[in-house]
């Protein structure tokens, strides 16, 4: 893979997880320990679990499938499982108050 299409791959996948990072936020609505900036960071990172799934066990690497429907579900359901982990090791600020 060329150089350029590999920080295309990078920005790609960034942007992807910020999308599912919101996306994750919405169906799993609350307050969340890391505020808005760690519940961003966490929905990247789980972006990039599930597109890395994605690319390794499905062979669609997003550089390539962007905009496939495939691609984006593995992106939310990484960035969901993530979440869910967080809120279970750390727990919901709700509960707290």
Known sequence: MRKAEQVMGIIGWIILGLLAGAIAKL???GRDPGGLIGTTLIGIAGAFLGGWISAKFLHRP???HFY???TWLAAVGGALVLLIGYRILFGDSRSRR
């Open 62 to 64: 997003v550089a390539h």
């Open 27 to 29: 169906l799993l609505p």
């Open 68 to 70: 496939d429907p495939k």
